[in-house]
């Protein structure tokens, strides 16, 4: 009974800690999913005289991804409706040239602005507008979601890490005596803490399994769920194969920690022994 | 007779050499012998004991134990030295959560020997102990002197040159104490193992020649 409380002690830590992951995992999923969607839909306007192309702006700003001119036909049939036939020719030919620059990511409004100067400075380049109020809103949304998960996310680890220290104290006073009597007769430290190692790792992959079990069972029910379904469409954006590599080696990496930690602190002889 | 422990004006002290325990003690014990070293409980026998599986590191002078200088041991080399030791302690610090079987044979899980190597010798030891009807059972399962059997057994495992018994008899009963005493003697008398005991009183039955040491005003003396 003892011992069962022992590992579910560990377990429960490390599958807050695991689930913690994957929910980081899965958000930067879904942001980057997102971003690129508003990166798609947000394009600068410039209004230049000169003709820009791609490599061009982008050797002016490497977030710069691409640039594409707009149809002057089309800008100038909202304004020439009455005009004659033959004056409509020289309009079109007299108008500057309108184009769309899109931006490799979604950047802060500070970026935004300084790639609007760096815009403006172009010889030739009549108007640049970013449209920087609806940017700022929709950027102020998606850094407040990321940043309180991260927040969440940290916390969750913190306190984790406290609970396994915590579990690892126990181990540490459970195992002392026989691993003191290892020393005692010449066992290396690895061979002292062999029977750690072995309960830490059984321990780790308990907690990777209960954490695949807990995601396969949430992308299942997520294609029934309304609200969520829109994450159907992302193909395995709820759970990741390489997302149980992650897992795998975050609890070996924390499990190894944790029995080093306890081996060397045990290590020594204590003088009452 | 080679040297197997060697002091030169040996001091032992606790909290940074603020507390002397053994001052300036000179002695050489050989191969083969069989020593008891007496005194008055905390005139430091204890201590003087673990100063030489490297629990405790000279404060002054030179202690050389199995041909290794006890002040410029390093760990590795003390893990070597603690291999090839038989260790017997009061409280018997047996590993209770392993049986009888897996505590005897512990100084050869610790050099890697192989299961097979360590299921015969095991099966020698507990016979020669007459502990071989308790090999599947667990430490607590056992009386103290049986306890103790299993803590001379695993002492003597893998044949040490050199045995170390912390007050053996302690906590025994006179009858135990006799076996305790028996196996000492024949691991000394058919091994030529050299053993070193602890003790506050000599056994008044003894059956083979001893050195007598004791221990007094942290000074070590020997009885003639």
Not at chain 1, 159 to 164: A, K, N, W
Not at chain 2, 58 to 84: A, C, E, F, W
């Amino acid at each position: 009974m003892k011992s069962i409380k022992d590992h579910i002690m560990f377990i429960l830590p490390l599958l807050a800690m695991l689930i913690g992951i994957e929910f980081v995992l899965i958000f930067n999923r879904i942001t980057t999913s997102y971003e690129n969607k508003l990166k798609q839909d947000y394009a600068i306007l410039v209004v230049s005289k000169r003709k820009l192309t791609t490599p061009y702006l982008r050797s002016i700003d490497s977030k710069i991804d691409s640039v594409t001119p707009m149809d002057k036909k089309k800008i100038a049939s909202e304004v020439i409706s009455g005009v004659q036939k033959d004056n409509i020719e020289s309009i079109i030919k007299d108008l500057p040239q309108f184009y769309r620059v899109h931006l490799t990511d979604y950047v802060p409004l500070k970026k935004l602005r300084e790639i609007k100067k760096e815009l403006e400075s172009i010889k030739g380049v009549l108007n640049v507008e970013i449209f920087d109020k609806s940017y700022e809103s929709r950027y102020a949304l998606f850094a407040l979601v990321k940043n309180t998960l991260r927040i969440f996310v940290s916390i969750m680890f913190v306190v984790s890490l406290l609970l396994i220290i915590k579990q690892m104290e126990v181990w540490q006073l459970a195992h002392k005596k026989r691993m003191q009597i290892m020393e005692i007769f010449g066992a290396p430290l690895m061979l002292r803490s062999g029977v750690l190692f072995k309960m830490a790792f059984i321990d780790a992959i308990i907690s990777t399994i209960l954490t695949f079990i807990i995601f396969a069972y949430i992308q299942a029910e997520s294609s029934s769920i309304e609200t969520i379904k829109f994450l159907k469409n992302e193909s395995s954006i709820l759970l990741n194969f390489s997302d149980i590599f992650v897992w795998i080696v975050t609890s070996l990496v924390i499990v190894i920690i944790s029995v080093i930690y306890v081996a060397f602190k045990t290590s020594g002889i204590s003088d009452d022994f | 007779m080679a040297s197997v422990i060697r002091a030169e004006n040996l001091t032992l002290a606790y909290e940074n050499g603020k507390r002397e325990i053994i001052k300036n003690a000179t002695f050489n014990i050989n191969q083969g012998e069989f020593v008891f070293i007496t005194g008055p409980s905390g005139s430091g026998k204890s201590t003087l004991l673990k100063s030489m599986y490297g629990q405790l590191k000279p404060h002054r002078g030179n202690l050389i134990v199995g041909g290794y200088d006890m002040n410029k041991i390093t760990n590795s080399q003390l893990l070597q030295l603690r291999r090839n030791l038989g260790i017997v302690f009061q409280d018997y610090k047996l590993i209770n959560e392993w049986t009888v079987e897996k505590n005897v044979v512990l100084p050869l899980i610790i050099t890697g020997y192989s299961l097979d190597v360590q299921k015969v010798q095991a099966e020698k030891l507990l016979a020669h102990v007459k502990l071989s009807e308790h090999a599947n059972k667990y430490p607590l399962e056992l009386s103290g002197g049986e306890q103790q059997r299993v803590g001379v057994a695993r002492a003597l495992s893998k044949n040490p040159f050199l045995i170390l018994a912390d007050e053996p008899t302690g906590n025994l009963d006179e009858f135990s104490s006799g076996v305790v005493w028996d196996l000492l003697e024949n691991a000394c008398e058919q091994l030529n193992t050299t053993v070193l005991v602890v003790t506050h009183k000599i056994p008044t039955i003894f059956n083979i020649n001893y050195r007598h040491f004791i221990i007094e005003n942290g000074g070590v003396h020997e009885v003639h």
